[in-house]
T-cell receptor, first 115, second 109 residues
Framework: DTEVTQTPKHLVMGMTNKKSLKCEQHMGHRAMYWYKQKAKKPPELMFVYSYEKLSINESVPSRFSPECPNSSLLNLHLHALQPEDSALYLC??????????????FGNGTRLTVT | GIQVEQSPPDLILQEGANSTLRCNFSDSVNNLQWFHQNPWGQLINLFYIPSGTKQNGRLSATTVATERYSLLYISSSQTTDSGVYFCAVVNFGNEKLTFGTGTRLTIIP
């Protein structure tokens, strides 16, 4: 079982909906990540939080809005998405940022479909 | 940015066979990880191995940092080994993990 928990597992939403993806870890990790993965492609980094502060934003459109309420929780708020945003959204965590000796642990992902 | 190429892109093997997956990278790295993504999408960290050799059961990995490649060995393959194997690296002075192109492994009973 993964130690990074993501909810929901599946989400279908319309283009006018607002929804949120949630991620939780209790390993004491101080870096948390959102990745997006399209079919048959590697994961692509979206956002990185380090010590609850946004450290990296990979020029992600503003219809994706991350939030880190505390060191264990990471949310991704979704609004006015497009069908091409349909993908597997993966949360990950590590002790500290990836420039150091810090393996990455992934959650099981949320499979998002935008209709 | 750093380029990460994996080979072969696809591999189909009979159960019980051994395999070697390769990861080449274009710059010096201080972080290299191997992941297995199962058919349900779950990504499992197999090894953190910026240099040297590690073993975990039927899996082992070797990274030769000076020659910019890493190898993942799978022995006595089982059907549960099927999925996509990614290597991912961080080059010096960077904080971002760059994923390779992946190797899709299919183990046939």
């Amino acid at each position: 079982d993964t130690e990074v928990t993501q909810t929901p597992k599946h989400l279908v939403m319309g283009m006018t909906n607002k929804k949120s993806l949630k991620c939780e870890q209790h390993m004491g990790h101080r870096a948390m990540y959102w990745y997006k993965q399209k079919a048959k492609k590697p994961p692509e980094l979206m956002f990185v939080y380090s010590y609850e502060k946004l450290s990296i934003n990979e020029s992600v459109p503003s219809r994706f809005s991350p939030e880190c309420p505390n060191s264990s929780l990471l949310n991704l708020h979704l609004h006015a998405l497009q069908p091409e945003d349909s993908a597997l959204y993966l949360c990950a965590s590590s002790q500290v940022l990836q420039g150091n000796n810090s393996p990455l642990h992934f959650g099981n992902g949320t499979r998002l479909t935008v209709t | 940015g750093i380029q990460v190429e994996q080979s072969p892109p696809d591999l189909i093997l009979q159960e019980g066979a051994n395999s070697t997956l390769r990861c080449n990278f274009s710059d010096s790295v201080n972080n290299l990880q191997w992941f297995h993504q199962n058919p349900w999408g779950q990504l499992i960290n197999l090894f953190y191995i910026p240099s040297g050799t590690k073993q975990n059961g039927r899996l082992s990995a070797t990274t030769v940092a000076t020659e910019r490649y890493s190898l993942l060995y799978i022995s006595s393959s089982q059907t549960t080994d099927s999925g996509v194997y990614f290597c991912a690296v961080v080059n010096f002075g960077n904080e971002k993990l760059t994923f390779g192109t992946g190797t899709r492994l299919t183990i046939i009973p």
